[in-house]
């Protein structure tokens, strides 16, 4: 299961939000607004992070903390229908491209 902080009072970020939650058709996602009481709780590894500006994830499986374009590796393992994409992260140059593409889908 993969969570994911995004700032809940940007219209963007919430229609990638909305987005993320459309294409999770396995219940793999866990989507937080970074205003929610319970974040913290839940991610207590978030507590103290600057979290607005970027796009932030956690694995709640082994806790790992990913940061905008290094949560797309675990992401399009949470979205199958996506994982085609997979490969193409280790074209040089390409990850950041398919980060700004993916996780700013409105």
Same mark, same amino acid.
């Given at each position: 299961?993969?969570?994911?902080?995004?700032?809940?009072?940007?219209?963007?970020?919430?229609?990638?939000?909305?987005?993320?939650?459309?294409?999770? &058709?396995?219940?793999?996602?866990?989507?937080?607004?970074?205003?929610?009481?319970?974040?913290?709780?839940?991610?207590?590894?978030?507590a103290g992070r600057k979290l607005h500006g970027?796009?932030?994830?956690?694995?709640? &499986? &082994?806790?790992?903390?990913?940061?905008?374009?290094?949560?797309?590796?675990?992401?399009?393992?949470?979205?199958?229908?996506?994982?085609?994409?997979?490969?193409?992260?280790?074209?040089?140059?390409?990850?950041?491209?398919?980060?700004?593409?993916?996780?700013?889908? &409105?």
């Amino acid at each position: 299961m993969l969570l994911i902080a995004y700032d809940g009072e940007c219209s963007l970020c919430i229609r990638r939000a909305d987005w993320l939650k459309r294409q999770d &058709t396995q219940a793999q996602l866990m989507l937080f607004p970074l205003q929610h009481p319970e974040l913290v709780r839940m991610a207590p590894e978030l507590a103290g992070r600057k979290l607005h500006g970027q796009v932030h994830g956690m694995d709640l &499986t &082994t806790r790992e903390v990913f940061i905008a374009e290094e949560l797309l590796r675990p992401l399009l393992r949470a979205l199958p229908r996506w994982a085609w994409l997979t490969p193409f992260l280790l074209i040089p140059g390409l990850r950041s491209w398919i980060g700004r593409w993916f996780l700013s889908k &409105t």
